[in-house]
């Protein structure tokens, strides 16, 4: 089993969930992180450390998708394991639905 970032993240990258991984293994895109479902040790730290509540385990039904996108981009994005300052404009998008196939870049964030 391994945790995934879900469309909940998109626009929002409160991103609380890298400060407490023991594993490092969150990856960042432009406007999402995403998990690396091979590096992630199913400890679920990260979990309720989500404000947007984005990251499930994949053991709950209907999240293929999400582990498809969370190995796709982890191969992808820069790894990052320091929390960065958080959009200005975050909460804005907090609780909107479908944001990935309206909102999402698959273009890779800064990393560390």
Same mark, same amino acid.
């Given at each position: 089993m391994?945790?995934?970032v879900t469309d909940a993240c998109v626009r929002c990258k409160y991103m609380d969930c890298v400060e407490v991984c023991p594993v490092d293994c969150f990856y960042e895109g432009e406007n999402m992180l995403v998990i690396n479902p091979n590096e992630c040790?199913?400890?679920? *730290?990260?979990?309720?450390?989500?404000?947007?509540?984005a990251i499930l385990p994949d053991t709950e039904s209907g999240l293929e998708k999400?582990? %498809? *996108?969370?190995?796709k981009f982890s191969a992808e994005w820069p790894n990052i394991t320091v929390k960065k300052e958080t959009p200005a404009d975050a909460? %804005?998008?907090?609780?909107?639905e479908n944001k990935f196939e309206t909102l999402f870049s698959p273009e890779p964030g800064a990393g560390d």
């Open positions: 391994t945790y995934v040790i199913d400890c679920g *730290v990260c979990e309720p450390e989500c404000p947007a509540e999400w582990l %498809e *996108v969370n190995s909460d %804005e998008y907090k609780g909107v």
